[in-house]
T-cell receptor
């Protein structure tokens, strides 16, 4: 079975603080893909990053960075120097590779991030 | 930049009525999806569609639900005999391929309210 757990339901920080959003996944597949999506108050889903299971290199994009660790089945997301515009719900998602795979995404429950000025 | 579009943005219907949610995927994409998000909850997979047939559906996608690609551009989700618990945001997504390096691009969603 595949599952994504985002244990942090809500996080509140003050602007310019760093914040890390946790994501733990479960799958028996050896090939899979992990994603982060942002859902601002307007409701759309904005793609942030994809990571393949065979590439554990961490990635940095501006104030965003992602830490992928297969040993702990985690794919954590860090925002450095948070800004009010970062306030949103963040979803971690999993897609597995396999003969029955049709590409569906399995989402975590989401973490609501509130950045206060 | 190409994008997935959905209409209407908000649909209100009475319980028991039929609704059709419309999506226009990105033109060269071959795989299409519907997801649902009940207010305040996670995004849940409903159905995937490829080559004019359903390739996978979830347990949410019961016999009241159907999908169709009536022409070369639209992808629709029909819900018959709507229930109060169908109230949710429905997202359409499409991708060029279903695997490897191809992301699913999501539309802005249709908020369905069943009264």
């Amino acid at each position: 079975a595949q599952k994504v757990t985002q244990a942090q339901t809500e996080i509140s920080v003050v602007e310019k603080e760093d914040v890390t959003l946790d994501c733990v996944y479960e799958t028996r597949d050896t090939t899979y893909y992990l994603f982060w999506y942002k859902q601002p108050p307007s409701g759309e889903l904005v793609f942030l990053i994809r990571r393949n299971s065979f590439d554990e290199q961490n990635e940095i994009s501006g104030r965003y960075s992602w830490n992928f660790q297969k040993s702990t089945s985690s794919f954590n997301f860090t925002i450095t120097a948070s800004q009010v515009v970062d306030s949103a719900v963040y979803f971690c998602a999993l897609r597995v590779h396999g003969s029955s795979n049709t590409g569906k995404l399995i989402f975590g429950q989401g973490t609501t991030l509130q950045v206060k000025p | 930049e190409p994008e997935v579009t959905q209409t209407p943005s908000h649909q209100v219907t009475q319980m028991g009525q039929e609704v059709i949610l419309r999506c226009v995927p990105i033109s060269n994409h071959l795989y299409f999806y519907w997801y649902r998000q009940i207010l305040g909850q996670k995004v849940e997979f409903l159905v995937s569609f490829y080559n004019n047939e359903i390739s996978e559906k979830s347990e949410i996608f019961d016999d009241r639900f159907s999908v169709e690609r009536p022409d070369g551009s639209n992808f629709t989700l029909k819900i018959r005999s709507t229930k109060l618990e169908d109230s949710a945001m429905y997202f359409c997504a499409s991708s060029e391929e279903f695997d490897r390096y191809y992301e699913q691009y999501f539309g802005p969603g249709t908020r369905l309210t069943v009264t």
